[in-house]
């Protein structure tokens, strides 16, 4: 399995909202995964700069690339990519 993490931070405090939407479509996506979209809670005491996080779980790297192949994952590019700043990303066995 692997462990897909995403976290965003948005440009602006005002995308915050719109990015999130724009994650959120992801989970509609129909495969042999789990998909969670969340804002970050910032709840910690020493770092919270990052705004929205997508959290996945693929049985394999085939499953992964079938999920970034989806049409409403591009959708959901074009709409968070310009009101992103930073874009960090793991994929880490589990």
Do not use: C
Request: proline share 5%; hydrophobic share 35%.
């Amino acid at each position: 399995m692997i462990r897909h993490i995403v976290m965003f931070t948005a440009k602006s405090p005002e995308n915050v909202e719109t990015i999130y939407e724009g994650l959120k479509t992801l989970e509609t996506i129909k495969g042999n995964w789990t998909l969670t979209v969340t804002k970050n809670s910032k709840i910690d005491r020493i770092a919270n700069d990052i705004d929205v996080v997508v959290y996945g779980e693929f049985p394999d790297e085939a499953s992964l690339s079938r999920y970034k192949d989806d049409p409403v994952y591009q959708r959901s590019t074009e709409t968070v990519r310009p009101l992103r700043d930073k874009r960090f990303a793991v994929d880490i066995p589990a």
